[in-house]
C-alpha cells in the first residue's frame, strides 16, 4: 500500500518521530502551509493558524484534514465536505487545563464555592466539566445549551443528570437567567456565524447589561464570542468584571481591552502537558483510521479521569493565572511568542 504523504504544523508538540516508519513527513512552519506546499500531500495536521478552505485545498491532493485542536472553525467544513475531504479534530483535547484555568481565576478574584452562583454557557466537552467541578465544589451551576437540549428532548433524555449524593448541583437555565443571577458568567461555546443557536457576539451590549453588579465574565472560548467595543464599555465603567484568554482579532489584540480585565491571557487556557499530548494522540489516531496505518502513541496523555473529590485549594495550588496575566501584559505585542514558547503546565488534580 502506497505511503500517505502528511503535512504537519511544526510546532504541534510531542509529534514528531511518531508517523515517520508509516508515512512519509514533511514539518512545516504554520504560515507555510500554501497551496503550493501542500499540493501533493495526502493529509494535513494543523492548528488554528491555518485556514484550511478552498484556497489552500483547491489543487491539492488532500483527503484528510486533522486539527490538534478542539475547534473547526479555521475549516472550511462545507467546501470540504462538498469535495469529500474528511475532517478530523481533538474534541475534549484541553478540556480539563480549561477548567483548572477557569476555576483557578474566579476563586482567585473571589468567588466562593457553595454560596455564589456559576453559569455555563455551553455544555460540551468543556463546559460539563467545569460545571462539575462546581457541582464537586458545592456550587449552584446554571447551564445553558439550547442545541445539546433540544438534541436531548429529542432523543427523550434529560441533558443534565443529577447527582443527589454531592453537595453541589447543576441545572438547565435560559441565558436570561444566567446573566441576571450569576456571580461568575463563563463562555464555553464553539465559534459559529450562521444559524438559529450562532454564538458570534452572543454577548452583547444587551447581555452586559443584564449582568449583575460586579459579576465576572469569563471568555475562554473564541474572541468573537462577545462583543469586544461593549465588553470595553461595561469594563471602564466598572459594571462587571471579566478573565480574557481569547481575543477578537488575535494575534492582534486590542491593547485598550487587554488592561481593563482582571486577568488577561495569550489564549493559554488549555496549554498542560496532558491537553497537548492528548491532542496529538488523538491526531494520530485519525490518521491512523483514516489511512489503515500505525503512527506511534504510546506515552501520549490517556483520556480524562474526573476527581472523586474535589477542594477548591487543590485548584489554586495547579496553577497560577496572573503569572501569564503578567506575562501579556509586560509584553503585549509578543502574544504568539508566549503562546509558542509556553511552558505547559500540569493540570492532575488528585484523585482521592
Known sequence: MKRPK??????????KGRLEKVADVEYLDQNLFTDATVKDADALIVRTRTSCNESLLKDSAVSLVVTATIGTDHIDLDYCHGKGIAVRNSP?????GVAQYVWSSILRMGFRPGKDRLGVIGYGNVGSIVADWGRLL?????????????KAQEEGRSLIIPDHTSPGFIREAALKEILEECDVVTLHTPLTKEGRDATFHLIGEEELKMMKPGAILVNAARGPVTDSIALKKFLKEKKIRAVLDTWEGEPEIDKELLYLPTI???????????????????????????FGIEG?????????????????EDITSSYNPFHDERAL????????????????????????
Do not use: W
Not at 475534549?92 to 480539563?96: F, I, L, S, V
Not at 458545592?138 to 433540544?150: A, I, M, N, Y
Not at 506511534?296 to 474526573?306: A, H, M, R, V
Not at 501584559?329 to 484523585?351: A, C, K, S
Open 6 to 15: 502528511i503535512k504537519i504544523d511544526e510546532n504541534i508538540p510531542y509529534i
Open 138 to 150: 458545592g456550587t449552584e451551576v446554571l447551564v445553558s445549551d439550547p442545541p445539546k437540549s433540544r
Open 92 to 96: 475534549g483535547c484541553n478540556a480539563p
Open 296 to 312: 506511534d502513541t504510546s506515552g501520549l496523555s490517556g483520556n480524562y479521569l474526573p476527581p472523586l473529590d474535589l477542594k477548591a
Open 264 to 290: 488577561a491571557t495569550p489564549h493559554i487556557a488549555g496549554y498542560s502537558r496532558q491537553g497537548k499530548e492528548r491532542a496529538t494522540r488523538m491526531a494520530i489516531e485519525a490518521v491512523n483510521q483514516f
Open 329 to 352: 501584559r509586560n509584553n503585549p505585542d509578543e502574544f504568539e511568542q508566549l503562546r509558542h514558547y509556553y511552558l505547559y503546565r500540569e493540570e492532575t488534580l488528585p484523585r482521592k
